[in-house]
């Protein structure tokens, strides 16, 4: 089975400070990672995925994640936090040795407050 | 470009009665299709997929249906309402990059 853990239920940054949004997850095999933002009464937007390659992943709104397979992690960050960033992040996963269906697993969810 | 639409954007229903909530996906075809449900604004749970025409499968037993009579369209159904139906519903579809597209969601109250 699949899961994914968000240790943080909210984060709180400084305008212009850096942020970072956790995420470690565990699959029996190889893992396609996702981050997706949601606005208040909004659907969930598609931000970055990490499927192969770089461990370094570069997203839209100037947001990154880092690959760690060692420690099973996918953290979301972004240099200088902005006002407008602040919302509900969900980290997923899907294994890649998934059969046609494609079944992803969603994290509770972090609540990014960015403070002016 | 593929856009993703639902609706009604809100609903408040009684207790008993039925629902009907509509998902349609344009610019794709032969999506795999998502129901989920988000309550208290946090963690989605996949209720129903769809990998083709009529072709459903549920992840979590209730008074839910769901149904898909075209290619790129996804019904959500009941024949009676609970309180505990009320919450944030979520139609998606997978890319081909696998990440998942979401509407802009369907606000449902039961009373």
């Known amino acids: 089975a699949q899961s994914v853990a968000q240790p943080e239920d909210q984060v709180n940054v400084a305008e212009g400070n850096p942020l970072t949004v956790k995420c470690t997850y565990s699959v029996s095999g190889n893992p396609y990672l996702f981050w997706y933002v949601q606005y208040p009464n909004r659907g969930l937007q598609f931000l970055l995925k990490y499927i192969t390659g770089d461990n370094l992943v570069k997203g839209s709104y100037g947001f990154e994640a880092e690959f760690n397979k060692s420690q099973t992690s996918f953290h979301l960050k972004k240099p200088s936090a902005l006002v407008s960033d602040s919302a509900l992040y969900f980290c997923?996963?899907?294994?890649?040795?998934?059969?046609?269906?494609?079944?992803?697993?969603f994290g509770t969810g972090t609540k990014l407050q960015v403070i002016p | 470009s593929q856009t993703i639409h639902q609706w009604p954007a809100t609903l408040v229903q009684p207790v008993g009665s039925p629902l009907s909530l509509e998902c349609t996906v344009e610019g794709t075809s032969n999506p795999n299709l998502y129901w989920y449900r988000q309550a208290a604004g946090r963690g989605l749970q996949l209720l129903f997929y769809?990998?083709?025409?009529?072709?459903i499968s549920s992840e979590v037993p209730q008074n839910l249906s769901a149904s898909r009579p075209q290619d790129r369209q996804f019904i959500l159904s009941s024949k009676k309402l609970l309180l505990s139906d009320s919450g944030f519903y979520l139609c998606?579809?997978?890319?081909?990059?696998?990440?998942?597209?979401f509407g802009p969601g369907t606000r449902l109250t039961v009373t």
């Open positions: 769809s990998v083709g025409i009529g072709q």
């Open positions: 998606a579809w997978t890319g081909r990059g696998y990440e998942q597209y």
């Open positions: 997923a996963v899907r294994d890649q040795t998934s059969g046609g269906y494609q079944k992803v697993t």
